[in-house]
């Protein structure tokens, strides 16, 4: 009587690609740069002013009281919906470490490296100081996300991690 040896199972699919960044905790930096962040204040300052200035003058019901502010609600709605929009510009941040691409945003980004099938940052020369170019990656299954990158040395770990990738995938 033989005995068979345990036969190992294998992996369906491509090879998961590996991407080790240049530092061991990673690189991390702001996903918008600060002109556009400076820009982004003064939306929101200009338009707080706009809403005050409008209140003041009874423009939402001719009332300046309370229930001339209560009129206006949409609108003090949508300031505030800009206000919690210009907060998260601020502190937005892109990371790439051992397990993947992060971004802090109104809804946290995060992608690992394992699924990637495409990467490509994509970026407007000349506007960089106020569009942060974008990392796009799609996975193997179709799935695809939008990383804001301002800070160019984590624009540098992107692109080498594009190289990295097509070189990989072969294509």
């Known amino acids: 009587m033989t005995t068979s040896e345990p036969s190992t199972p294998t992996a369906l699919g491509p090879t998961p690609f590996v991407f080790h960044p ?13 002109a556009f962040q400076a820009i982004t204040w003064a939306t929101l300052l200009g338009s707080g002013y706009w809403l005050l200035t409008l209140w003041q003058q009874g423009k939402f019901g001719g009332d300046t009281g309370f229930n001339g502010l209560r009129a206006a609600g949409w609108f003090v709605l949508g300031w505030a919906l800009l206000a919690w929009t ?86």
């Open 22 to 34: 240049s530092t061991y905790d990673g690189i991390e930096g702001p996903a918008f740069s600060r």
């Open 86 to 171: 210009t907060w998260h510009v601020m502190h937005s941040r892109a990371r790439l470490d051992a397990t993947g691409i992060h971004q802090t945003w109104i809804w946290d980004k995060h992608m690992t490296y394992d699924e990637l099938a495409y990467a490509k940052l994509i970026r407007i020369r000349g506007l960089e100081w106020f569009m942060a170019p974008r990392f796009y990656v799609r996975t193997l299954m179709g799935k695809f996300a939008v990383f804001y990158v301002s800070s160019a040395h984590v624009q540098r770990e992107c692109e080498r991690l594009s190289a990295e990738l097509a070189a990989f995938r072969e294509f």
